[in-house]
């Protein structure tokens, strides 16, 4: 098995809030988006589930670009926003999550999946509105029966190329629960077992009543959260 350095592939699942949570979804895509291309790295979305008032549900991605493993798999984790809800005609405060996986792209020659542990369906892929991009079935979901995990890819033209994607991305997942497997068991060990839980952010991005976006980990604060935004994520990335 290889990994490569220089390709990862990214999750991105709204969280808690509703409309919100999915609306800052994309607002992460689009910080990411921006940061690839401030590096020179191609940028590729596979897929996108999109939400019915905007926004994003789920968003697959391959980031391509010199050592952008090394650069990027400590985004991994859970984001907090907190901002005026634009969704709120109270003009409430509002705090969002939204979750960022980074995998490793895995080389696929020496990997054999069984047979009867994968369902593959396919379907029509489709754009923003309901747009339809392709007349025919090219987008591909694999789904890991013994796990549950699914994925799905619909960014490239042929059936058969998005059907590989998504079997690395499967695989990706694949390897990140068996680590993370480990990592638990590991920490049971410990007096005091770290577990890693859905709304325990690694960073938070205040809009109001405040600007700053700081690190939990690291301790770094950035009082423009526009800049960071429009991915200019070097300091809180090094």
Known sequence: ME?????????????????????????????????AQKKNWAFVVLYESLGEQGGIKTASIEITGE??????????????????SPFSAKQLRHTSFALIEIMP??????????????????????????????????????????????VAVQSER????????????LYGKLLKKVEEKKASEI???KAEPGTIEWGSQIRSYVLHPYQMVKDHRTGVKVSQPDRILDGDLDKLIK
């Not at 390709?7 to 800052?24: H, T």
């Not at 369906?121 to 007349?135: A, E, H, M």
């Not at 059936?159 to 590989?164: D, L, T, V």
């Open 105 to 150: 792209e895995i080389q696929l020659n020496d990997i054999k999946f069984e047979s009867k542990d994968l369902r593959i369906d396919t379907f029509r892929s489709s754009g923003p509105g309901g747009q339809n991009v392709n007349k025919l079935e090219t987008a591909v979901r694999v789904t890991h029966i013994p796990t549950g995990i699914a």
């Open 187 to 189: 920490s049971d060990l």
């Open 3 to 35: 990994i490569a350095k220089n390709k990862v592939l990214m999750g991105i699942y709204a969280g808690a809030g509703g409309v919100d949570a999915q609306d800052w979804a994309s607002m992460l895509l689009r910080m990411y988006q921006r940061y």
């Open 67 to 84: 050592n952008v493993y090394e650069k990027l798999k400590q985004e991994n984790g859970v984001h907090r926003l907190v901002r005026i």
């Open 158 to 169: 042929s059936q058969a190329q998005n059907r590989e994607k998504a079997m690395q991305l």
